[in-house]
């Protein structure tokens, strides 16, 4: 029963009754209105006649769509009979030329109308339609629907996460039911500004979801406002976030997809249906991969067959790069592993700068920004990438081609060119264990290895023979002259590695430098002194990362160099000079010290290096000589050896004092320079013996004009054998 409060009807109308199964009602001119809604119907015929198997007959020549529905179903409600859950239970819309037959089991005999508008809704699996126009011409059992609609409105949560709003040009609906049902959509395009797709689908149904048939072509698409196209009941939740979040832009020009199959079965993992789709793309962004660049100008043919997908293209940009080739495939939908190969050949800052936009480098735990790269590289490689509940982690592996690549450090002014050869690279780290280049014009081989899950996350190993003075310091031979007699080339082994360190904001990054020093001169004073043909093995470290600076220079069991670098500009604040095989400590600030002990010391050397130095304004960044001790087996002093000695020195303003203890010399000296250029040496001894001279003779090339006043005091004086007790010499 149901209850309905009329504002105003008119109408003229003719009612025959002749029982509960006999019965009919003519309206002419009839006028409705209930004050929400008023309408006109010029004619209205029902009739019910179970003796002729009628059960319900309407004729209109123009209705309310929803008042033959709910005709319709009232009738059927009060003879006991329920409304099917497949048929709408809500309408609107025009019909006009209506004409509906149900026979007395209220199945349909014919049915034939034209649709304005037509709005349908609530009816089971089906979505909510409106704005639909078309023809109906059904009868028993079969029948056709024609629809059409500039705005149609489409609400179907089944199977779109919201409603949307298509133009069907044109649609045919070939229908059939009886035992089982099928519908045939024949020729329909269905087209708004997202998308336009012309279709031919059968749905047959049967005891579970239907069976399809569908032969589609996609001839236009917009990429990035396919979101809402996805079917919600079709495809995993995981692929349809991931189509979501990646899909950004770009246009589908071509495409086509085939299903055939019960859906039962989808996605046809095991072959029980067929799916066959492709799509031609171009101009597409797509984000991939959470934390990875966007890629963008892709163009590209995607097909899908069965449960596998395969996609060939390029991509203009990613991440400042451009892949000439790329082919991504997933062998199965029911395990989604993506794998990706591609091809790209660039320029390496632009490899080095799409990688810094990756989670590759997270941690190496250093900043590739401060060294400088450039010159071509190619690489090919492949990317696998778990998808939905599949185990497993993102897995890369590939090789990258440098030809005439250059790579400089500032800090260490090391400076690479024409890099040649290959490395290899993963998600873990890269390899490149035989590249080739140049050090300063020397030829070199080169390794560079990586591994981000090791405690050292990077090393690069620089080999070859090289001149000695482009492996020294620049700083070194600026501020020592007397290392203008070193010389030669050798074989030298250079490395730089990056190792993780206790403060997550910095890695502990060194400079190692090794060699024998085959082949090298060393035109210095003695123990400092190397024939070519010696091996002195040498081990020069230097951290170019952290608060402390400590350049260390060690020849092995010989001596050790260390010095401080961490003033600006990593001028030297400190030095010291060992003669052994310790690595000493560093003064205070400001000085550099000189300690250890050597078997022998040519001292007449050294004093002449240390004038030298003095008077041309040398020393280590204006380091200021502190007071130390050497020890020596023998000293060469004023052309006589002197045994086990100890030696005191120090600098007072311009004065260089040196102190000796040992039984043939026992005193001190002191050097003065005068700012007038006239200079003095002045020595005082408790005892003294000049034994014969080392040498057999003195080259002179200084003008004894130009040589220091020379004051020595001597308390016990012996020369050549002959004890001359207190002497005193002056000479200027």
Known sequence: QQDMELARINSRFRWRYGGKGQWSLQLADFLYDDSEQSWIAPRVSIERNTGDDLGLWISADELPLEVPLNVVRDVMSIYGTEWPVFLPRSAGGRVTDLELILNSSWRLKFAAGKLHQGIVRDWDRWPDLQGLDGSVSLREGVGRIHLQGERVAVDWPQMFREPLSLSIPSCDLDLSWGASWQVGFNTCRVENDDIGVAADVII???????????????????????????????????????????????????????????????????????????AQVQGARINFLDGWPEATEVDAMARFEGASMDIRGKVGDIGGVAVESVDAAIGSLKSPLLEMNYRSQSELPRFLGFLRQTPLLDNLQADLSEFTFSGPASTTGSLAIPLGNVAGELAVNGNVVLDGGLFSDPVSDVTLQDINGSLTYSESGFSGPGLSTVFRGYPAGLSLMADFEADEKFRAELEGIFGVRDVIPEFLMQDFLALEQVGGDC??????????????????????????????????????????????????????????????????????????????????????????????????????????????????????????????????????????????????????????????????????????????????????????????????????????????????????????????????????????????????
């Open 491 to 732: 074989g030298w082994q250079v490395s730089l590695t990056v190792s993780a360190s206790e403060d997550p904001n910095r890695s502990d990054t060194i400079l190692r430098v090794e060699s024998g020093l085959d082949g090298i001169a060393m035109d210095l004073p003695a123990p400092m002194r190397k024939k070519p043909g010696e091996r002195w093995p040498l081990v020069l470290s230097y951290p170019l990362s952290g608060p402390e600076r400590l350049l260390d220079v060690v020849f092995e069991d010989r001596a050790s160099l260390r010095f401080d670098l961490s003033g600006e500009d990593s001028s030297p604040l400190s030095a010291v000079i060992h003669l052994g095989s310790e690595l000493p400590s560093l003064p205070g600030p400001g000085y550099i010290r000189l300690q250890g002990g050597s078997e022998y010391i040519d001292l007449d050397g050294w004093i002449d290096v240390i004038i030298d130095e003095a008077i041309s304004g040398g020393g280590v960044a204006g380091l200021s000589l502190e007071g130390g001790e050497l020890d020596a087996g023998s000293v060469l002093f004023l052309d006589r050896s002197f045994e086990d000695v100890r030696l005191r020195f120090d600098v007072e303003g311009s004065d260089i004092n040196a102190g000796f203890e040992a039984e043939d010399i026992d005193g001190s000296l002191r050097f003065t320079m005068s700012d007038s250029g006239t200079n003095s040496l002045s020595a005082e001894f408790d005892r003294l013996v000049l034994g014969d001279p080392v040498s057999t003779g003195v080259d002179m090339d200084s003008d004894p004009s130009e040589l220091p006043a020379l004051h020595l005091y001597v308390r016990s004086f012996s020369y050549a054998g002959v004890e001359l007790g207190e002497t005193r010499i002056e000479a200027y």
């Open 204 to 278: 047959s149904g049967n005891e579970g979801k239907p069976a399809v048939d569908v032969n589609a072509a996609l001839y236009r698409g917009k990429i990035g406002q396919l979101g809402p196209y996805w079917p919600e009941s079709i495809m995993k939740d995981k692929i349809k976030a991931w189509l979501r979040r990646s899909l950004r832009g770009g246009d589908i020009v071509a495409g086509r997809f085939q299903i055939h199959g019960d859906m039962d079965d989808w996605p046809f993992l095991n072959g029980e249906g067929r799916f066959e789709a492709f």
